[in-house]
């Protein structure tokens, strides 16, 4: 080889390896999530898989002893249903068991527990009633969460301990007539008065969890910015006796967790107190987006506990109820239905616990992770009632048995706190700005030296894979390293095929929602095999029971055999599908205002 042909190839490699350290640049800062999207598997994020810290785990253990007593005696789910109240004696007895502050600090009254111990928690009550989970949820998760993230040292001595005991109620009041999971879109307006001593709040709200109940509300509205002719949202602490306040709808009639009261709310010039401000004013958004990240930790939690009751209930039906002859569980299709309800169940316990460790650790990038517990865990958990209702089958229809109603209960998870379609785009577009951004910056770099390997780039051939690496995902045990490698290459080709859809559709990506579900879709499934590798890795370790460990179709392996098939068909699905004819048909269908075609 000439001496211009090596000094050619040396510059070819020093240029490819610049182009892969731009390519990997400050991956390690940003979350397994977002990795997910870059190729990389930030591993110290997952693995090992999580526990709670030894020092509160006999405090733990204790409470959770008591709080199973306590719901024993005195919780009834199906009278909370009929009656469509969460009784005060029940609200009383939680708010003496500590459940309203158990992550608040204890110098405010509160436990100061994890964020993972709060999960179990929360997990034992959704095995048990949506209403009452949901209820704790608003109380703990958001409807105080805004007063203990942003809150003043003397807003958190003033508002935070009659919360904490329990002696007050919080409420979380973003949604409106425009404003749902669109949260930007909030219309209520505060006006800050002549004097600036105050503002003054005028608009409505609606479906607001304990509004008519609570004593302190967390209410978003949209202020003035100072010297410009916008406006942004801005948070406000509210309470019922100020002037103006109005309670619309005290109860409103829904088909599930009508045990929670979900009211309509009004002010009108309603003056609040410059003081009640939290957070910065014009950041209530960002106030609004970090509170519900707390609240769809808690959403998984929730849907974990009742995903456990939905299995209990189809196992032991199945061993006990008999047709042709023999038990319902000796029949294949039962045994299906109960093997992916365990295999659920086991995953939404493992994304659980690894999201709610994320907050422990103080981590700030947990958005992603979040949205995909809840959209993971809601669906699952509507799989799971549905499976367990088709074991029962007739007899699950009536009131005598809970699945009818937890059917009811669970269809709203799907809704709550972002609606699982807009946070599934979320995923695609928060994921890929990543990738997007620096994806532009290698090809502003491939300009003139490698016309050929830009080329094979755009043109998205199997070239543009070689330039990634699938990322090692370091388990312990040796019988799950094909599991491990097949989930770093699985992470490698969805690398590849995020930067073929940027490549392809560009701007346009914001707009291809059939592509954003197919990219979220196929993330949520890289990151329940990490989740559900990383419980089981660990279970191995610690030598587990073989119901969870040695079995060769248990319910963690189940589980990740199939994500792995999910996610191809997800990915597989960006280069052969039917979103053409898809669109046609719904267009057709719209054009004629939904008359049978």
């Given at each position: 080889m000439s001496e211009t042909k090596i000094q050619t190839?040396?510059?070819?490699?020093?240029?490819?390896?610049?182009?892969?350290?731009?390519?990997?640049?400050?991956?390690?800062?940003?979350?397994?999530?977002?990795?997910?999207?870059?190729?990389?598997?930030?591993?110290?994020?997952?693995?090992?898989?999580?526990?709670?810290?030894?020092?509160?785990?006999?405090?733990?253990?204790?409470?959770?002893?008591?709080?199973?007593?306590?719901?024993?005696?005195?919780?009834?789910?199906?009278?909370?249903d009929r009656q469509a109240d969460i009784p005060r004696e029940v609200i009383d007895g939680l708010a003496r068991l500590g459940v309203f502050g158990m992550t608040a600090p204890r110098d405010v009254?509160?436990?100061?527990?994890?964020?993972?111990?709060?999960?179990?928690?929360?997990?034992?009550?959704?095995?048990?009633?949506?209403?009452?989970?949901?209820?704790?949820?608003?109380?703990?998760?958001?409807?105080?969460?805004?007063?203990?993230?942003?809150?003043?040292?003397?807003?958190?001595?003033?508002?935070?301990?009659?919360?904490?005991?329990?002696?007050?109620?919080?409420?979380?009041?973003?949604?409106?007539?425009?404003?749902?999971?669109?949260?930007?879109?909030?219309?209520?307006?505060?006006?800050?008065?002549?004097?600036?001593?105050?503002?003054?709040?005028?608009?409505?709200?609606?479906?607001?969890?304990?509004?008519?109940?609570?004593?302190?509300?967390?209410?978003?509205?949209?202020?003035?910015?100072?010297?410009?002719?916008?406006?942004?949202?801005?948070?406000?602490?509210?309470?019922?006796?100020?002037?103006?306040?109005?309670?619309?709808?005290?109860r409103m009639e829904k088909l599930g967790i009508r045990g929670t009261a979900t009211a309509r709310l009004a002010f009108r010039d309603t003056p609040v107190p410059k003081d009640n401000i939290l957070g910065t004013p014009g950041k209530g958004l960002k106030v609004a987006l970090t509170v519900l990240d707390f609240g769809r930790v808690t959403f998984g939690a929730s849907c974990t506990g009742a995903a456990k009751t939905c299995l209990r209930l189809a196992v032991q039906y199945a061993n006990t109820r008999r047709q042709f002859g023999r038990a319902l569980g000796e029949f294949e299709l039962i045994k299906k239905k109960i093997a992916r309800m365990a295999a659920g169940a086991y995953a939404m316990e493992a994304m659980t616990t690894v999201t709610a460790s994320?907050?422990?650790?103080?981590?700030?990038?947990?958005?992603?992770?979040?949205?995909?517990?809840?959209?993971?865990?809601?669906?699952?958990?509507?799989?799971?009632?549905?499976?367990?209702?088709?074991?029962?089958?007739?007899?699950?229809?009536?009131?005598?048995?809970?699945?009818?109603?937890?059917?009811?209960?669970?269809?709203?998870?799907?809704?709550?706190?972002?609606?699982?379609?807009?946070?599934?785009?979320?995923?695609?577009?928060?994921?890929?700005?990543?990738?997007?951004?620096?994806?532009?910056?290698?090809?502003?770099?491939?300009?003139?030296?490698?016309?050929?390997?830009?080329?094979?780039?755009?043109l998205g051939l199997d070239r543009v894979g070689a330039a990634v690496r699938a990322p090692e995902v370091p388990v312990r045990s040796p019988q799950l390293q094909s599991y491990a490698g097949r989930l770093g290459e699985m992470i490698r080709r969805f690398n590849v095929e995020v930067d073929r859809a940027l490549i392809r559709h560009r701007e346009e990506i914001l707009e291809r929602q059939y592509v954003q579900e197919r990219i979220a879709r196929a993330a949520m499934e890289l990151f329940a095999c990490a989740c559900v590798l990383s419980r089981w890795d660990t279970g191995l370790q610690a030598g587990d029971s073989p119901a969870l460990t040695g079995l060769p179709h248990n319910a963690a392996e189940l589980f990740v055999r199939g994500s792995f098939r999910r996610a191809r068909r997800s990915l597989a699905e960006m280069h052969e599908n039917d979103d053409a004819l898809t669109a046609a048909v719904a267009d057709s269908m719209l054009r004629q205002g939904g008359a049978a075609p």
């Open positions: 190839e040396v510059e070819r490699q020093k240029q490819m390896r610049a182009a892969e350290e731009l390519l990997f640049a400050g991956s390690q800062k940003l979350g397994l999530a977002k990795g997910l999207f870059l190729g990389r598997f930030v591993a110290d994020w997952v693995m090992p898989y999580p526990t709670v810290r030894p020092e509160e785990q006999a405090e733990l253990n204790d409470s959770l002893a008591r709080l199973r007593a306590f719901l024993d005696r005195n919780l009834d789910p199906g009278a909370i009254g509160g436990r100061g527990l994890s964020q993972m111990a709060y999960c179990r928690v929360m997990e034992e009550i959704g095995s048990r009633c949506a209403s009452t989970s949901i209820f704790v949820n608003v109380q703990h998760s958001i409807g105080m969460r805004a007063l203990l993230l942003f809150g003043t040292p003397e807003q958190k001595r003033r508002w935070l301990p009659p919360l904490v005991s329990g002696e007050k109620l919080a409420a979380f009041a973003l949604t409106e007539a425009e404003a749902g999971s669109d949260a930007a879109n909030v219309q209520t307006v505060a006006r800050p008065s002549a004097d600036g001593s105050h503002f003054i709040l005028n608009g409505e709200k609606r479906y607001i969890t304990s509004g008519a109940i609570a004593q302190v509300l967390t209410v978003m509205a949209r202020t003035p910015v100072p010297g410009r002719s916008e406006s942004a949202i801005t948070a406000f602490l509210v309470t019922p006796d100020m002037p103006g306040f109005a309670v619309l709808e005290p994320l907050i422990d650790r103080g981590l700030e990038d947990y958005l992603l992770e979040t949205a995909m517990l809840k959209v993971f865990s809601t669906e699952a958990l509507w799989m799971l009632v549905n499976e367990a209702f088709q074991v029962h089958g007739g007899a699950a229809y009536f009131t005598d048995r809970p699945l009818e109603r937890m059917l009811r209960d669970a269809r709203i998870n799907q809704i709550g706190e972002g609606a699982n379609e807009v946070l599934t785009s979320f995923i695609a577009l928060v994921g890929m700005r990543a990738p997007g951004e620096q994806l532009r910056e290698i090809l502003e770099a491939l300009q003139n030296p490698w016309g050929e390997w830009r080329k094979a780039w755009l």
